[in-house]
């Protein structure tokens, strides 16, 4: 780029050709007073607060949209320039309330504060002062649009940064307002309730209703955390004041959400820290009730159980569910409690979500995780996205490709549903869920029938190919249309794009992950990526979206059953030696029973006791009767957890767990990166739940005696070479990607970029044929019903659903039916139907949409008296033991008075 030099209040001044004066003077820290300008957003020039001086210009310029040229000579603050600015000032103000006294804004308002550094004055009568019509607030952010000084911030921030177009202006000069942009909903959406115009707006136009009168910016400690909802990793601020969350704001230096970004959930569904059904002592179950107790008492009677079924009926008797909602820290003293028990039953919540990606990644390159950064989504050339929905179960990647799509990147979209992000696509391949190893392969038979295969890459990188050329032969475009419902020209389209773009990123998620073919899916996934050599480049890759904030750290910990920390295998006769040295005890060398498997144990009375940390499988496992009837057989069941779940219902005792808030510690998302959180309460139980494992692990005879997280971390990170150079204190503000092996790496944004993790360092191509679906469509079940996410809610709900914020405004689910079959089963919209499955039965609102195509339905799975997964299959993936939750065959049927057919 080219460079210029300029004079700035009679001071060289080096300059990129192309930057606007704004641009320079911020560079360079040189104060110019702005209220419209944003420098997340376009030059707009509208407040006139930035102008200055210009030699050989008639008149002053606007700063923020004014390029710098070569030679140029710029005065900032003069005269004249100040009375131009007190003249702004003064014509805002006249049309200002002058209640800062009170505004939520005081102290941080644009206006006010520089009214203060100009010495301006409102002049006016309280009869000037416009006053519109009381305008209805949205129950989450209020507008008072008497203070609105049109800087269009909220409106451009809208538009630009989130792609909603939710808001607008109408009327002009002093009359007008931001308002609802109806005109543009039906295109791109309505408000998502980002927040982020609350962060956009310099003054006191909108505010937060629920932070209101709860105190000013000076009197809030900032703690600057990673979120705890989804697996993206966005970081933020938690607002303290006098020992509680009050709110949360923006983090512009963020890694990850690199604009401060935030989702619903992330910024406004914190009310769970201080909710009233926070559990904050333990409970013990007495004549069938859960009383308070001490915590002694329930420690020792945890020790007492847990030694007493041990000794009885051996170790592996015993289960353990790890968290994937906790730290990288709790993961791992968690698992080897379990380990040092004498057992290697211990699983985490990816089991039933993401644990295909492990074992079908691993298969294909050595390594179960994504292999490029998120933010490389906006330079791609085309992205497929593909049995995910980023738009609602990932908002701050679904910005990311939004970002995309404005460069013209391409689209592809797998998605049984006509998702907002496929209703955007270049081509959407609306496949039949159970269908994604036929489609892949057929979108591979094109490649290689046309000669699109990267040949190069292939012979010097990759091994097994002449198997998969040979496999893929049959999936003609028309053969594979008939299995998947895709027109056959969508496939050949598909595969022409893909392959003959330099830069396509493959981006997936659940859709692919949560089928009894879940690891082949993705192996197909593996193999579509490897054919075209779009691996270990920036831009390209095959990138998993994880569910929760810790799923990809909770196995990386080794809360699985045949893996320790780091991916080391159980039964590998090296890493036993290493563990067992390190941790001074003799280790099981059989591979435990997965968190399904353990469903099946508790049923057949094997299981006896189980400790559940952080996880609700009587609400997130795949056909819930069957789990809760083998939890009903337990003799001795533990939770830990920070409010009331549908799981410890369940529970001889409950231990209080601490929310993200009040601890420190670790989390790994779903790019790899591991980032801090930090404690910005003190816990309300009185306990970090690293703390409480360790009493629990003492008062068994298994040693504890860690301090902090940080000598946590030290520890696993000694003995797992993929993060032998991570420490607490290097992880800064940015985090770091593993694998970091020593100190002085940096961390790997981009992985495979000279060798696969495999034993010779080649790709592997793991040719699989179609399998059907464990459960079809029939006669008596005649619907399939998909699952996921709706944006507004995460997992099982219980920190959304104690979000008033949220929960008041989606408080409810329905079942998405298509027309078709709506009219076929003569029901309405918004009626109430018996929605039924093999396993169980559900009533439910039906919601008719065109969204899902004739024959298949859809249910999201926050709820509790919607309880979405009563239905589902657990029929799982023989590699991975990952159930069916994407498709299982249901009917509806209509109710009568009595809510009953």
Known sequence: MKKITLQINHKEYEANDGETIMQVTKKNKIPVPHLCHWDLLKPFGQCRMCVVEVDGNLGPVTACNTPVWDGMSVVTESDN???????????????????????????????????????????????????????????????????????????????????????????????????????NISKLGDCELCGQCLEACPVGSLTELSTKGKGRVWEFEKVRTTCTYCGTGCNYFLNVKNGKVISISECFDAPVNDRGSLCVKGRFGYEHIHHKDRITTPLIRKNGKLEEASWEEAINLIAAKFTEIKKKYGPDSLGFLSSSRCTNEENYIFQKLSRMMGTNNIDNCARVCHSASVSGLAACYGSGAATNSFNQIRDAELLFVIGANPYEAHPIIGLKIKDAL????????????????????????????????????????????????????????????????????KYTPEYVSGITGVAKDRIIDAARMYATTDKAMIIYSLGMTEHTTGTYNVMALGNLATVTGHLGRTSVGINPTRGQNNVQGACDMGALPDK?????????????????????????????????????????????????????????????????????KLDFLVV??????????????????????????????????????????????????????????????????????????????????????????????????????????????????????????????????????????????????????????????????????????????????????????????????????????????????????????????????ALTNLLTNDAFDPICKIPELKSCAIKVEKLNGNGRK
């Open 81 to 183: 320039i100040a009375e131009l600015r007190k003249n702004n000032l003064r014509l805002i103000l006249a049309n200002h309330p002058n209640d800062c006294m009170t505004c939520e804004r005081t102290g941080m308002c644009k206006l006010q504060n520089y009214a203060y550094r100009y010495d301006v004055h409102a002049e006016w009568s309280q009869q000037t002062i416009r006053k519109f019509s009381e305008y209805p607030n949205n129950g989450v952010i209020e507008w008072d649009r008497d203070k609105c000084i049109m800087c269009a911030r909220c409106a451009r921030t809208c538009a630009e940064l989130q792609g909603s177009y939710a808001l607008g202006f109408k009327e002009g000069g002093f009359t007008a307002l931001g308002t609802p942009n109806k005109s």
């Open 640 to 865: 830990q957890d920070i409010v009331p779940t549908e799981t410890t219902e369940f529970a001889h005792v409950v231990l209080p767990g601490s929310s993200h808030a009040e601890k420190d510690g670790t989390f790994t998302n779903g790019e790899r990166r591991i980032q801090l959180i930090r404690k910005a309460i003190e816990p309300l139980c009185g306990k970090a739940d690293w703390e409480t494992i360790c009493l629990v692990a003492n008062a068994l005879g298994v040693k504890m005696d860690y301090s902090s997280a940080s000598e946590i971390w030290d520890e696993l990170a000694s003995l797992a070479p993929m993060f032998a150079g991570v420490t607490h204190k290097k992880l800064g503000k940015n985090g770091i990607q593993w694998p970091c092996p020593d100190i002085d790496h940096p961390g790997t944004q981009i992985m495979y970029t000279e060798k696969f993790n495999t034993p010779n360092g080649k790709a592997r191509f793991n040719f699989q044929e179609h399998i059907a679906s464990a459960e079809v469509p029939d006669d008596d079940y005649p619907l399939i019903l998909t699952t996921g996410r709706r944006r507004q809610h995460y997992n099982n709900g219980s920190m959304t659903r104690r979000s008033s914020t949220i929960y008041d405004k989606w408080p409810e689910e329905a079942l998405e039916l298509n027309p078709f079959d709506a009219r076929r089963f003569d029901i309405k919209d918004n009626e109430k139907v018996l929605a039924s499955s093999r396993r169980g039965e559900m009533e439910i609102k039906v919601h008719i949409t065109d969204r899902v195509q004739p024959g298949i339905t859809f249910l999201a799975f926050h709820h509790r008296d």
């Open 564 to 632: 320790y920390v780091g991916y080391q295998m159980v039964g590998d006769k090296k890493a036993q030696a290493k563990f067992e040295k390190a941790w001074g005890i003799k280790l099981d060398d059989k591979i435990g029973l997965t968190c399904t498997e353990m469903d099946i144990a508790m049923n057949k009375g094997k299981l006896k006791g189980y400790y559940i940390f952080g996880e609700d499988p009587a609400m997130t496992n795949a056909n819930v009767n069957f789990v809760k009837s083998g939890l009903k």
């Open 406 to 473: 404005k460069k013209e990147t391409k689209l592809i979209v797998g998605d049984p549903r006509k998702t907002q992000l496929a209703e955007r696509a270049d081509v959407w391949l609306n496949l039949l869920p159970g269908t994604n190893i036929a489609l892949l392969n057929g979108i591979i038979h094109v490649i290689l029938k046309e000669g699109l295969e990267d040949k190069k890459f292939i012979k010097n990188r990759t091994e097994g190919f002449e198997e998969l050329k040979k496999g893929v032969e």
